[in-house]
């Protein structure tokens, strides 16, 4: 039986980590045990521990509790902690998700120990260096000795920078595992924090967006400007950072039409997606949420790793320019976008492990 050590720390990793932890006790737990760090670079209970409870994932059996802090604090912490636990524990191999801090430090502990690294979406590439994300996943992808492709553009990412087909595996996305899953649970047992009919989700939470005041200032104007132009609410559930950021500088002036709410749990998500006309964000993971629930989405950067969404007409890149997000909205609104077919067939999770049981 392979022992192998989970990383999380952030709300993507506990979504895509659901898939993998449900696959493995429902039809591997014979062959793979499964234990689960959590870094803690999501410490709020409302961002970490609701995860948990509600997609039922196994309660970590390691919790570092690194807190927030500077990117270099943060990952020289994570790694520190996880490299203590590879060396006192046998593990043969370590699976890391995603883009972000926990998954660098990770896989750089796990490699610089000989254990092998199974990168969960990799091949990503947005070609904005300027985004700690990308650093974070080019270097995982680069320490991986399993590379699972969500789409075969990411497929052809990995081929452009070197790596050999069979360190690459197009598994498809455990997200949309997920959705298919968990989007009908979510319909019926979740009551949102908001009563209209007619709403537009948004959420924003990119260093890129919120330390920035301009580029901030611009979005949160233009949030305002779409409730009267479409006549429509926005919900916004907001990061706790993001909000203590908005309040020290002094924005005051929402409208009363967006509702203001702290994060929403996944299932809380997913309900809102199917109810919405819309989204608005600049997290890579509600992009395809969205596109699984059947809305078109306006992406609050200059560029996206999901490019597939883009050439579909499915989003549209709108960055923090205000006139752009409203063009963007006016053309997307209430517009369903077709079916995707690049995410591959709801089954990532079982085509991942399989592969590691090898």
């Given at each position: 039986?392979k022992?192998?050590?989970?990383?999380?720390?952030?709300?993507?990793?506990?979504?895509?980590?659901?898939?993998?932890?449900?696959?493995?006790?429902?039809?591997?737990?014979?062959?793979?045990?499964?234990?689960?760090?959590?870094?803690?670079?999501?410490?709020?209970?409302?961002?970490?521990?609701?995860?948990?409870?509600?997609l039922?994932?196994?309660?970590?059996?390691?919790?570092?509790?690194?807190?927030s802090?500077?990117?270099?604090?943060?990952?020289?912490?994570?790694?520190?902690?996880?490299?203590?636990?590879?060396?006192?524990?046998?593990?043969?191999?370590?699976?890391?998700?995603?883009?972000?801090n926990?998954?660098?430090?990770?896989?750089?502990?796990?490699?610089?120990?000989?254990?092998?690294v199974?990168?969960?979406?990799?091949?990503?590439?947005?070609?904005n260096?300027?985004?700690?994300?990308?650093?974070?996943?080019?270097?995982?992808?680069?320490?991986s000795?399993?590379?699972?492709?969500?789409?075969?553009?990411a497929?052809?990412?990995?081929?452009?920078?070197?790596?050999?087909?069979?360190?690459?595996?197009?598994?498809?996305?455990?997200?949309?595992?997920?959705?298919?899953?968990?989007?009908?649970?979510?319909?019926?047992?979740?009551h949102?924090?908001?009563?209209?009919?007619?709403?537009?989700?948004a959420?924003?939470?990119?260093?890129?967006?919120?330390?920035?005041?301009?580029?901030?200032?611009?979005?949160?104007?233009?949030?305002?400007?779409?409730t009267?132009?479409?006549?429509?609410?926005?919900?916004?559930?907001?990061?706790?950072?993001?909000?203590?950021?908005?309040?020290?500088?002094?924005?005051?002036?929402?409208?009363?039409?967006?509702?203001?709410?702290?994060?929403?749990?996944?299932?809380?998500?997913?309900?809102?997606?199917?109810?919405s006309?819309?989204?608005?964000?600049?997290?890579?993971?509600?992009?395809?949420?969205?596109?699984?629930?059947?809305?078109?989405c306006?992406?609050?950067?200059?560029?996206?790793?999901?490019?597939?969404?883009?050439?579909?007409?499915?989003?549209?890149?709108?960055?923090?320019?205000?006139?752009?997000?409203?063009?963007?909205?006016?053309?997307?609104?209430?517009?369903?976008?077709?079916?995707?077919?690049?995410?591959?067939?709801?089954?990532?999770?079982?085509?991942?492990?399989k592969?590691?049981?090898?």
């Open positions: 039986m022992r192998i050590l989970t990383i999380v720390g952030a709300r993507p990793q506990f979504i895509k980590a659901a898939a993998i932890s449900h696959t493995i006790r429902e039809k591997f737990a014979d062959s793979i045990c499964e234990d689960i760090l959590h870094t803690g670079q999501h410490y709020d209970d409302a961002m970490s521990g609701r995860f948990f409870e509600e039922d994932i196994p309660q970590p059996k390691y919790n570092l509790g690194v807190g802090g500077s990117h270099g604090v943060q990952t020289a912490t994570m790694l520190n902690g996880i490299e203590e636990i590879l060396l006192s524990a046998h593990y043969d191999g370590l699976l890391v998700y995603g883009d972000t926990s998954t660098l430090a990770g896989a750089l502990a796990a490699s610089k120990l000989h254990i092998p199974y990168h969960v979406e990799a091949g990503l590439r947005s070609f260096r300027d985004m700690p994300e990308e650093i974070n996943r080019i270097v995982t992808d680069h320490v000795s399993l590379l699972f492709a969500p789409t075969q553009t497929v052809k990412n990995l081929q452009n920078e070197g790596f050999k087909d069979g360190n690459i595996v197009f598994s498809g996305d455990v997200m949309f595992d997920n959705v298919l899953h968990y989007a009908p649970i979510a319909i019926q047992n979740t949102l924090r908001i009563e209209s009919s007619s709403f537009i989700l959420t924003l939470h990119r260093d890129f967006n919120t330390d920035n005041h301009e580029r901030l200032t611009n979005i949160l104007s233009a949030l305002n400007s779409i009267e132009q479409f006549n429509t609410e926005i919900l916004l559930p907001l990061h706790p950072r993001t909000r203590k950021i908005i309040d020290s500088m002094g924005f005051n002036s929402f409208s009363n039409r967006i509702c203001v709410t702290e994060p929403l749990s996944y299932l809380e998500t997913l309900a809102a997606l199917q109810k006309r819309l989204v608005l964000t600049d997290s890579g993971g509600l992009q395809k949420e969205a596109n699984f629930s059947g809305k078109c306006v992406v609050l950067r200059p560029e996206t790793e999901w490019v597939e969404l883009v050439d579909d007409g499915a989003a549209l890149l709108a960055d923090a320019d205000s006139d752009l997000i409203l063009e963007a909205t006016a053309k997307l609104i209430d517009k369903t976008p077709k079916p995707t077919t690049h995410f591959g067939n709801g089954h990532a999770a079982e085509i991942i492990i592969h590691l049981v090898v």
